[in-house]
């Protein structure tokens, strides 16, 4: 019969029903094509032979020429195991058979050289191999294709069915010559002379048989490129449906708010950074679609200006603008920060959160839909459905990691409308979606933001204000603890301001709290009224509470600040100048550099201390490390990924990025930067690939959606 690369797996020969059950069930492999994509793993090195006299403990895949003298049966506590003696010239060691062994009994040759391999053990005083591949040596010569042998994906029950490896390659090797001649070239000529790509057949033949370690590293490339490519080409093209379907509010005046507010009232010099980041904002705004943008900063790089200033061109237009972040101390931040500015621009700004009084709410509602208040700051409570606005214009979410995607979608339809009857308008195209800006100081790193956030562009602040001194970071043990009192005291007297952070973990919560008040009662000790002042903020305060102690260290009045991870976030004491995290070890990277990043504002040098106990895990060790090496949030983002996987970050779980066949995200987005570069060259030229020449790249494109092939992932 004529196969085609969607032929089911069944047909190939040698496969058959029961195999091709478990090639679906345990390696998704349904089609011919599903099997060319398994790729293999990593390569074994099939030239080197190791002497028995030179083995060492626990080497895997190890190759030993030698001969078999004899076997003997062992008893064991459940039936035998199988013994013979392999030796070679430097000395001598042990085959073991737990199974199988009557055809190994059979079959296997005595005193004839074989090749066998496998994973040594060591085993009472001698090398051992459980279960080894054996064959003899003249056959192993003949058979060797290629130096590097492939080792395929595998799991339990494909090896104790019998589906080993070598049963992989041979089908590989049987599909390869049915299907000769069948891998039409997925990529144009001229893309692949240009970045010297070899062809597809050669690829796909090359990484399951390698020829040669330059011919499979070039095979790894084109192919890796290939998967990036169209992924990007998914992502960039989904991005431009957006800007050409969803309408957006146009903002086509910078007026006077945004003018004078940058002549006048611009308390200092914007970073060029944060210039550029700005126009990227009203570059979006100004056109006609809807801007949707991510704005990444490390922490204290200042986003709140540039959001501030954006809010600026909004009312410049006629609309109104919200901020809506994560807690209620951050947005009460957030609102006497702004309000101060705005007071200066007779703008009208308000603040919602849950604690807002029933009156004052009924206000903001009433406001908010006849259009007198311009500007809303406030928590998840803008969200609810009695919060509509007359024309909202702008709406900016500061930290977004902290909301899902379902809360970015809510505020989409708080947009201005045409109609009257608001809640049928909704359903309808005349609603536009106000703009939105989302803001992030827990980067993610720019490869995977690239491939996760396709639909959102992408703005970064990538240069701290000017002055800032870099934090000091050390790692101290809890026995240490009368010194890091000692430093607290010196900088205490210097008139700076101390954060002392506890982990609270919500299975934890009890102990936590008592650790949290075994710490705060011993600070108090040591650090004695009326001499000092110590504030508490934790999440079972009130948050009139909280807000008082907040206040009190604001404005100085107290000098310790003892709390939880409460003040993670966005809090803003420009003299507070040392941060000591207790329990360090508990805490994940990129929450140990928000709270880090909560000193480090004003012009003093500042400290990070990491208190942990003795007993660490290489992780955390790991984490403690990278804290104390360095400041650099991407760097810091890019251990965090490394640590944990894409998977755990936030939002990344659905997106498929860990579904990719070759590539890997984190190591080669060099080439996943060189394959959207490219995506976006082809698509800024000819964007629905029509051209001549990108032919084969729209008939690759229409088939991966038909067959949902590398990313039936991306909805
Ligand atoms: P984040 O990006 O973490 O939200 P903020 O917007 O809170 O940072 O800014 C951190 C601090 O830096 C604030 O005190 C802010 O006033 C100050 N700041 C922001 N931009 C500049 C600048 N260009 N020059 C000097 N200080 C700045
Ligand atoms: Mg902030």
Not at 234 to 243: A, R, T, W
Not at 588 to 617: N, P, W
Request: glycine share 6%; with cysteine; proline share 3%.
């Amino acid at each position: 019969m004529s196969v085609n690369l969607q032929t089911p797996i069944d047909y190939l020969k040698g496969v058959g029903p029961n195999r091709a059950d478990l090639l679906r069930k345990e390696l998704g492999v349904h089609t011919y094509q599903d099997l060319i994509n398994l790729f293999p793993n990593r390569y074994i090195d099939r030239t080197q032979y190791y002497k028995i006299s030179g083995l060492q403990r626990n080497n895997a895949d190890v190759q030993v020429i030698g001969k078999i003298t004899g076997f003997k049966e062992v008893a064991q506590k459940r039936g035998k195991r199988l013994v013979a003696t392999f030796v070679d010239e430097t000395g001598a060691m042990e085959l073991v058979w737990f199974r199988g062994q009557k055809w190994i009994r059979e079959n296997l040759k005595l005193n004839k050289p074989y090749v066998a391999f496998g994973k040594t053990n060591w085993f009472s005083g001698k090398f051992s191999m459980a279960h080894p591949e054996l064959e003899l040596q003249e056959e192993h010569e003949k058979n060797l294709r290629s130096a590097m042998q492939p080792v395929y994906p595998s799991t339990e029950k494909l090896s104790n069915k019998g589906i080993s490896n070598r049963v992989i390659s041979k089908i590989m090797q049987q599909l390869f010559t049915e299907t000769n001649g069948k891998f039409v070239e997925t990529l144009p000529d001229n893309l692949r002379s240009e970045l010297k790509l070899i062809n597809k057949q050669s690829a796909l033949f090359n990484v399951h048989f390698p020829k040669s370690q330059e011919l499979l590293s070039r095979a790894q490339f084109r192919l890796k490129f290939e998967e990036l490519f169209y992924i990007q080409l998914q992502l960039i093209i989904k991005n431009l449906i957006h800007k050409s379907k969803i309408k957006g509010v146009s903002f086509e005046t910078v007026g006077n708010y945004f003018n004078s507010f940058f002549k006048d009232h611009l308390p200092f010099e914007l970073t060029h950074a944060q210039k550029r980041v700005l126009k990227e904002i009203r570059a979006d705004l100004g056109s006609n679609a809807q801007m949707n943008r991510l704005l990444q900063g490390d922490v204290g790089s200042g986003k709140t200006i540039v959001a501030f200033m954006s809010i600026l061109i909004a009312l410049d237009n006629g609309f109104q603008a919200c901020l809506m972040a994560p807690t209620e101390i951050l947005s009460v931040q957030h609102y006497y920060g702004l309000q101060e500015l705005c007071n200066k621009l007779n703008i009208s700004i308000s603040i919602l959160t849950g604690s807002t009084k029933t009156s004052k709410r009924r206000e903001i509602h009433e406001s908010l839909e006849n259009g007198e208040l311009q500007v809303l700051i406030g928590t998840h409570a803008l969200l609810e459905d009695k919060v509509k606005f007359k024309n909202l214009g702008l709406a900016i979410i500061d930290e977004q990691h902290r909301f899902g995607v379902a809360q970015r979608s809510k505020l989409w339809r708080k947009g201005p409308t045409q109609s009257s009857q608001r809640e049928e308008a909704r359903e309808t195209s005349s609603s536009i979606p106000p703009h939105i800006l989302v803001m992030t100081a827990t980067p993610i790193p720019r490869t995977l933001a690239m491939s996760v956030y396709g639909d959102l562009d992408i703005s970064v602040i990538d240069e701290l204000p000017p002055g800032r001194k870099s934090i000091k970071t050390v790692h101290r043990y809890d026995k240490n603890r009368l010194n890091v009192f000692r430093f607290i005291r010196d900088e205490i007297d210097k008139g700076r301001q101390v954060y002392i952070v506890y982990p609270l973990i919500q299975e934890n919560e009890k102990m936590d709290y008592k650790d949290l008040m075994d710490g705060y009662e011993s600070i108090s000790r040591d650090f004695p009224m009326p001499d000092y002042q110590i504030s508490i903020v934790h999440g079972k305060m009130k948050p009139a509470d909280k807000e008082f102690e907040m206040q009190r260290f604001i404005k100085g009045e107290t000098q310790i600040m003892v709390a939880t991870t409460v003040i993670e976030v966005g809090v803003n004491v420009p003299n507070a100048s040392v941060m000591i995290i207790e329990s360090a070890e508990r805490f994940g990277l990129s929450q140990l550099h928000q709270l880090r990043g909560r000193v480090g504002r004003g012009a003093e040098q500042s400290y990070c201390i990491l208190m942990t106990s003795h007993k660490l895990s290489a992780n955390s060790k790991t984490r403690l490390e990278t804290m104390v090496r360095t400041n650099d949030g991407f760097e810091i983002a890019e251990v965090d990924l490394r640590l944990r996987g894409p998977g755990d970050i936030m939002g990344t779980q659905q997106s498929g990025v860990l579904n990719l066949k070759i590539a890997d995200i984190i190591k080669d987005s060099d080439i996943l930067q060189l394959a959207r570069h490219h995506a976006k060259n082809i698509l800024k030229i000819d964007s629905t690939l029509s051209l001549p020449e990108n032919k084969v790249i729209l008939h690759t494109y229409k088939q991966l959606g038909k067959y949902k092939n590398i990313w039936n992932y991306i909805s």
